[in-house]
């Protein structure tokens, strides 16, 4: 019976592990996100920037979001979907964290109104603006773990700062360099964690990496 | 005043029978893990036919454990299934019930005659 009881112990926390996978727990999503943050801030510091590599720069948020949802739904949670239940820390936290960035895109945003006038009105000022105002909900939306802050963060202040035409200095690139070894390390461990748990819980594609994880 | 036998009898009497049943139990388990669980996960974890997962999930639904939210995902149906505050009173009642019972159980001798 005691047995029973771990038992059961072990599956609501194997669903917990799951169900991460639907908000917290990025895994090669993250990995992806850390390298397109270096990589952009690299291409976006030492290259000429022609206006259809910085559409390109500018649509790297995009491209990780988009890979980040398709990741979920068909490869992490493609046994069926299990929506992550918050603690009240977590919760705080995704609301500061939100908060946070909101004032910051007023105040942004603010700012350039200000100094710019009417021409943060029109393109490209107005692709600044927009890009900036999106910011805190794509947070609200996509951001819940501290990794998904950095790299998401620094993603998209880039697209923003490309699509204005500039683009940020060099030294940016080991603020990025950190960040994305930060993101790609927890990934790499998420992903790793997420081959365990679908052998333990028989999830399709279970036993196929048996050896590695051995 | 009653005998020790008696209070034993009692205590496995008093066990919610709605969810000591094995697939029930492992239903609530899975809920208590996430806020919100599609139909198919549960299906694939809690290794139950689709036919046997509705019928023990009407009968929780009826006694107010969890809540289904029935809706569509293009042209295919989407079941997604929680766990209410009720719910989750139940299965912890359940598991200190079921942990008092272990502990009060005298430990079996294991040496051989």
């Given amino acids: ?214 | 005043m009653k005998s020790g036998t008696q209070d034993a009898i009692d205590a496995v009497l008093a066990v919610d029978r709605l969810v000591h049943e094995p697939a029930r139990l492992a239903i609530l388990t899975v809920l208590s893990g996430a806020e919100l669980v599609e139909f198919g996960f549960l299906e694939t974890v809690c290794r139950l036919s689709k036919g046997n997962l509705s019928s023990h999930l009407s009968k929780l639904e009826a006694a107010g454990l969890v809540a289904i939210h029935k809706s569509f995902r293009g042209k295919r149906p989407l079941t997604r299934v929680a766990i209410t505050d009720s719910g989750r009173d139940a299965l912890e009642r359940y598991r200190l019930q079921i942990a008092a019972l272990i502990n009060a159980a005298p430990v079996p001798n294991k040496e051989t005659p």
Wanted: glycine letters at 10%; proline letters at 3%.
């Fill in chain 1, 1 to 214: 019976m005691q047995t029973d009881t771990d038992h059961l112990s072990r599956l609501a926390d194997n669903t917990s592990r799951y169900a991460r996978y639907s908000r917290s727990a990025g895994g090669l999503s993250l990995v992806i996100g850390g390298i397109l943050c270096l990589a952009t801030f690299v291409v976006g510091a030492t290259v000429e920037l022609t206006p259809a590599l910085r559409y390109a720069l500018a649509g790297a948020p995009l491209l990780w979001l988009l890979s980040k949802e398709l990741l979920r739904a068909f490869y992490y949670q493609r046994a069926g979907a299990a929506r992550e239940r918050l603690s009240d820390k977590q919760r705080r936290m995704h609301l500061w964290m939100v908060a946070y960035l909101a004032v910051m895109s007023l105040l942004i945003i603010g700012g350039v109104v200000w100094a710019a006038g009417a021409r943060a009105w029109q393109w490209p000022g107005i692709g600044y603006v927009a890009i900036v105002a999106a910011m805190p909900l794509v947070a609200a939306r996509w951001f819940w773990s501290v990794g998904d802050f950095l790299v998401g963060v620094l993603l998209v202040c880039q697209a923003a700062v490309v699509i204005a035409g500039n683009h940020y200095p060099w030294y940016w690139i080991l603020i990025a360099a950190l960040y994305a070894v930060i993101a790609i390390g927890t990934g790499w461990r998420e992903h790793r964690d997420y081959l365990r748990l679908r052998d333990e819980l028989g999830l399709p594609g279970a036993g196929q990496n048996r050896g590695a994880n051995a």
